[in-house]
C-alpha cells in the first residue's frame, strides 16, 4: 500500500511539473493530423504561398517580423515562441529546392501557440525562447532552385559572406548568440542509411566546430538531442535515419555557426518509398516538437548519445529508382557492319524530376547497364524471361528509358531493325515516364532468393 501510494504521489508530482504530461511520439502524429494548417506540398510552395502561412500564424498572434531581404528584395521573416532563457534558433529552405522543413516549421509554431495550455507546451514556452526563419532563400524557393539569384550557394557562403541572405543569417545569429541551432535540409531521394540499401528518410547530424571532430559539451548535448528524435522517429521510420556525413567544411553555416559559439544539428530530410512529401513534413514536425519538449522537460540530459553514434552514415550511389534484374538486352545498335549480340544484364533507371514553367516534369533515364548486384532498386522486377530493348534508339546509359519488354518465346516472330518496334510488335510490358503498363507479367525480384539460388549452384 505504501508503494501504491509513493508511485501516486510521484505521478502526481510530476504530473504537476508538467513532466509526465508530454506528448508522446504516436500522439504528436495524430495531433499533426488533426491541426496541421500547411495544405500545400512543400515543393509547390512559393514565396506568396508562406506569405499566406504567416498571416495565418499573425492571425493566431504569433510573432512573425521581418528581419532581412533577398537579393530580389523579398521580405524574409522571423518567428517566435516563447519567452525562456534556452535560445534556439532554426532557419530552413536556404536551398530554395529544399522544403520539407518550411512547411512543418509552420505546423510547429501553430502548434505550440494554439496549445499553449497543455503542461509540456506550457514548459517550452516558459524555458526556450524559438525563432525560426523558415525561407532563408525566397527567390530560390520561387524558381524551385538550390542557389539564389546571384547562382551562389548560400550555405557554402559562410566565409566570404557573398549574398545578402548568408550576411543576414550571420548577422541574426551573431546579434542573438543562441545555444542551440537547427539547420534544416532536404537530401537526395536515393540516399542510402550506410550500407543497407534503404532509403534515408531523416538524416542527423551534431556538428563539429573543428576539423577534429571535438565533441564539446555543446555537441554532446545536441548528440542527446538527436537521440531524443532517434527514440520520437524510430516508430515510423526505423531502419531509414541515418548520420550525415560530419565531415568539416569552413565555407558551410552549420559548421561555422558551430566555430562561432551555437552548436548546431542539421536535420536532412530524404524520401521513403510509399510515402509522400506531407507524410514528411509530419516527421519534421514530430522530431522538432520531441527536441523542444526533451529539452523544456529536462529529459535530455537523461537521454543516450550512443543511439546518435551507432547511426550509420549516409552512402550515395547505391540505390536506384528501378533495377530491371538479368534482362536479356537487345541493344540495336547497329556501327559499320558491326552488331550487338543480345546479352544477359542488369539495367538501373533513375527519375529525374524538373519543374518548368510551374509544372513538374519526370523523365526516367538509364544509368547503368551490367552486373548490378551490389546495388539496390527501389523497385526491382526479374526479367529472366524477357528481351528489353528501348522504344527508340540505342539502349545505353543516359538515354531515355522507354523500355520493352518481349517474352522469349515470342523472339522468333520479332523483328528488331524495324524502325516503329513498339507499334509493329507490341511489347507484353512497358516502362515510360517512370510508369508501367503490363506491370503484372513480371515477377518482383527478391534479393534474397537470388542468393540462395546462387548458394546452391542453380
Not at 515543393?43 to 502561412?53: E, G, I, N
Not at 510573432?63 to 515562441?81: C, H, N, P, T
Not at 532557419?91 to 503542461?119: C, K, V
Not at 543576414?168 to 540499401?197: C, M, Y
Request: charged share 25%.
Amino acid at each position: 500500500m505504501k508503494r501504491l501510494m509513493l508511485t501516486f504521489s510521484l505521478f502526481l508530482i510530476l504530473s504537476l511539473a508538467g513532466i509526465a504530461q508530454a506528448q508522446t511520439p504516436p500522439e504528436l502524429f495524430r495531433d499533426w493530423q488533426q491541426q496541421h494548417i500547411t495544405n500545400i506540398d512543400p515543393s509547390r510552395v512559393r514565396y506568396a504561398d508562406l506569405k499566406r502561412y504567416l498571416e495565418r500564424l499573425r492571425a493566431e498572434r504569433i510573432k512573425v517580423d521581418e528581419v532581412g531581404r533577398s537579393l530580389a528584395g523579398r521580405a524574409i521573416y522571423q518567428m517566435e515562441f516563447g519567452k525562456g532563457p534556452l535560445k534556439v534558433f532554426m532557419w530552413s529552405q536556404m536551398h530554395g529546392d529544399e522544403p520539407t522543413a518550411t512547411s512543418a516549421l509552420i505546423d510547429l509554431f501553430s502548434y505550440l501557440q494554439r496549445n499553449r495550455d497543455a503542461p509540456w507546451v506550457s514548459a517550452i514556452e516558459k524555458k526556450i525562447t524559438l525563432r525560426a526563419i523558415p525561407m532563408l532563400n525566397p527567390d530560390g524557393a520561387e524558381i524551385y532552385q538550390r542557389r539564389n539569384l546571384q547562382f551562389i550557394d548560400i550555405n557554402r557562403d559562410a566565409r566570404a559572406l557573398s549574398t545578402p541572405e548568408g550576411r543576414l543569417l550571420k548577422k541574426l545569429r551573431d546579434e542573438w548568440s543562441p545555444d542551440i541551432g537547427f539547420n534544416l535540409h532536404n537530401q537526395g531521394s536515393r540516399t542510402a542509411v550506410g550500407e543497407s540499401g534503404l532509403q534515408a528518410a531523416i538524416s542527423l547530424l551534431a556538428v563539429s566546430s573543428d576539423v577534429f571532430g571535438s565533441d564539446s559539451p555543446g555537441r554532446i548535448r545536441n548528440k542527446k538531442i538527436c537521440a531524443v528524435i532517434v527514440e520520437a522517429l524510430s516508430p515510423f521510420i526505423y531502419g531509414h535515419i541515418g548520420r550525415y556525413d560530419d565531415s568539416f567544411n569552413p565555407r558551410a553555416f552549420g559548421d561555422m555557426i558551430s566555430q562561432w559559439g551555437t552548436p548546431v544539428i542539421l536535420i536532412e530530410t530524404g524520401a521513403l518509398r510509399g510515402k509522400n512529401e506531407m507524410d514528411l513534413v509530419q516527421l519534421n514536425f514530430i522530431a522538432f516538437a520531441s527536441a523542444l519538449s526533451a529539452l523544456a522537460g529536462g529529459r535530455v540530459e537523461e537521454a543516450n548519445p550512443a543511439l546518435y553514434d551507432a547511426l550509420r552514415t549516409n552512402t550515395g550511389d547505391t540505390i536506384f529508382n528501378l533495377i530491371v534484374r538479368h534482362a536479356t538486352v537487345v541493344n540495336r545498335l547497329q556501327m559499320a557492319q558491326a552488331q550487338v549480340s543480345p546479352f544477359n544484364a542488369d539495367i538501373a533507371v533513375n527519375q529525374e524530376t524538373n519543374w518548368n514553367k510551374g509544372k513538374q516534369e519526370r523523365r526516367a533515364i538509364i544509368q547503368d547497364i551490367g552486373d548490378l548486384s551490389i546495388f539496390y532498386g527501389l523497385e526491382e522486377v526479374e526479367a529472366a524471361g524477357y528481351y528489353v530493348t528501348v522504344a527508340d534508339g540505342v539502349l545505353r546509359p543516359g538515354a531515355e528509358a522507354v523500355l520493352l519488354f518481349y517474352k522469349k518465346e515470342r523472339a522468333s516472330q520479332i523483328d528488331w531493325t524495324v524502325p516503329d518496334l513498339e507499334t509493329s510488335f507490341p511489347p507484353d510490358a512497358v516502362y515510360r515516364d517512370g510508369e508501367w503498363s503490363g506491370k503484372s507479367k513480371l515477377v518482383k525480384y527478391s534479393r534474397a532468393l537470388f542468393q540462395r539460388r546462387i548458394k546452391i549452384g542453380l
